[in-house]
C-alpha cells in the first residue's frame, strides 16, 4: 500500500514535469509570423490598402495582434492572429484587380455625372445672375473654375492608372458642385417666392 502512494505520488510528479516543460517549451509562432508578415507585405504592393482597405486594414490588425500576442508569450492566441492575417491577406490581394476595374469604372461614370453637373450649375449661375440672386458672382466663377480643373485633373490621374486618386477628387469634386449649386439654389429661392 505504501508503495502503491510512492508510485502515485511519482506518477503525479512526473505528469507534473512533463506538462510543465510542454508548457515551457512552447515556441513562439515564427513560420505563421513571418508568411503573414510577407503576405501583409506583398498586399501592400499590389495597392490592397487602396483598393481593398476593409481586408487590408484587417489584416494589419491581425498581424499587430500576432506580433503583440508573441511579445506576451501567448502562443496560441499569436498563431491564430498570424493565421487570420494571412488569410486577409490573400484575400484582399485576390481581390485587387476586380476592385480596380470596378473603381475605374465608377469614376468614368463620375466624371459624366459631375461634367453634367457642372453644366447644370453654370446655368443656374447665369440664371442667378440675370435674376440679380443674392450670389458673389465672382466666388461661383471661381469655385466653377477650379471644379473644372480638378475635374482635369482627376481625367489625367485616371489615365496615369492612379485610379484610386482621381476616384478621391472626384468624389470631391463632386461634392464641391452640390454645394454650389445648393447655393445658388438657395439664392434663387426668395426672388421665386416673392413673384407667387
Not at 101 to 119: R, T, Y
Not at 145 to 170: P, T, W
Amino acid at each position: 500500500m505504501v508503495e502503491r502512494r510512492r508510485y502515485n505520488k511519482f506518477l503525479a510528479l512526473i505528469i507534473i514535469v512533463s506538462l510543465a516543460l510542454m508548457i515551457g517549451c512552447a515556441q513562439p509562432p515564427a513560420k505563421e509570423i513571418e508568411s503573414a508578415v510577407k503576405a501583409v507585405a506583398e498586399a501592400k504592393q499590389k495597392e490592397a490598402d487602396l483598393y481593398v482597405q476593409d481586408l487590408f486594414s484587417k489584416a494589419q490588425t491581425a498581424l499587430k495582434k500576432a506580433q503583440d500576442m508573441v511579445g506576451a508569450k501567448n502562443y496560441t492566441d499569436a498563431k491564430n492572429s498570424a493565421v487570420e492575417a494571412l488569410g486577409h491577406a490573400q484575400k484582399a490581394i485576390e481581390m485587387v484587380e476586380a476592385n480596380k476595374v470596378k473603381m475605374k469604372a465608377d469614376a468614368e461614370q463620375i466624371i459624366l455625372d459631375v461634367q453634367s453637373s457642372l453644366n447644370d450649375v453654370k446655368n443656374s449661375a447665369v440664371m442667378a445672375v440675370k435674376k440679380k440672386a443674392q450670389i458673389n458672382k465672382e466666388e461661383v466663377q471661381g469655385a466653377i473654375g477650379k471644379c473644372e480643373m480638378d475635374l482635369v485633373s482627376a481625367k489625367e490621374q485616371l489615365q496615369a492608372g492612379k485610379i484610386r486618386q482621381a476616384y478621391d477628387q472626384l468624389l470631391a469634386v463632386q461634392e464641391q458642385i452640390k454645394v454650389q449649386k445648393d447655393h445658388i439654389t438657395a439664392a434663387l429661392e426668395p426672388k421665386t417666392a416673392d413673384k407667387k
